[in-house]
């Protein structure tokens, strides 16, 4: 078991390694998947490998009982703490093992993968059209204002250059016939 897991480190563009922590629970678990791991790892059938695991277990018990520290080879050893419990204490790993390996970070801009979007699932390339901006009909509603002020503006100075003065909006003072 990883009591602290690998951390990387953007700025030195390394890995540190995880730190391993083996704690010896003394309670009873189920052994069905270590038993198939061992039947099948040594080619031996279950029943052989379930009589093993015991035999060597009961021989653990005996010589914790003989000795107060019993050495596994390369894993560890075994004690009986202060209390009176059984307690583990794995070896320490070399420090060659635990060295923070090399890792740049590259990225493969035209590799496609699949990502999580609420409850669906999407790919980087669907979500990059999805996500870009739409171009949209420009708006040109002020053409059309400018051209209307136009022609506006035309009307109305052809409308008092023909009447001369006369106009429909009421009396107007001639100047000229006066």
């Given amino acids: 078991m990883f009591h602290e897991r690998a951390e990387s480190d953007f700025i030195t563009r390394s890995i540190a390694a995880p730190k391993p922590d083996i704690r010896f629970v003394n309670t009873e678990t189920d052994t069905e998947g270590l038993l198939n791991y061992l039947a099948a790892t040594t ?9 093993a695991l015991d035999h060597f277990c009961d021989n653990l018990k005996k ?13 560890g050893n075994f004690f009986v703490n202060s209390s009176g419990k059984i307690s583990f204490k794995p070896e320490e790993l ?19 993968h699949q990502i999580l979007v609420g409850d669906k699932e999407k790919t980087n390339t669907q979500m990059t059209e999805l996500l870009a901006p739409k171009e949209g009909v420009k708006d ?7 051209v ?15 009447f001369k003065g006369n106009t429909a909006f009421g009396n107007a003072i001639n100047y000229i016939h006066s």
């Fill in 43 to 51: 080619g031996a059938d279950k029943y052989e490998v379930t009589e």
């Fill in 63 to 75: 010589e914790m009982k003989d000795q107060s520290k019993v050495k596994l080879d390369s894993i």
């Fill in 94 to 112: 070399p420090v060659v093992f635990l060295q923070p390996v090399f890792a740049e970070r590259v990225i493969h801009p035209d590799a496609e």
């Fill in 140 to 146: 040109r509603w002020w053409i059309w204002a400018v």
């Fill in 148 to 162: 209307l002020g136009a022609i506006s503006l035309l009307l109305v100075t052809v409308y008092f250059t023909e």
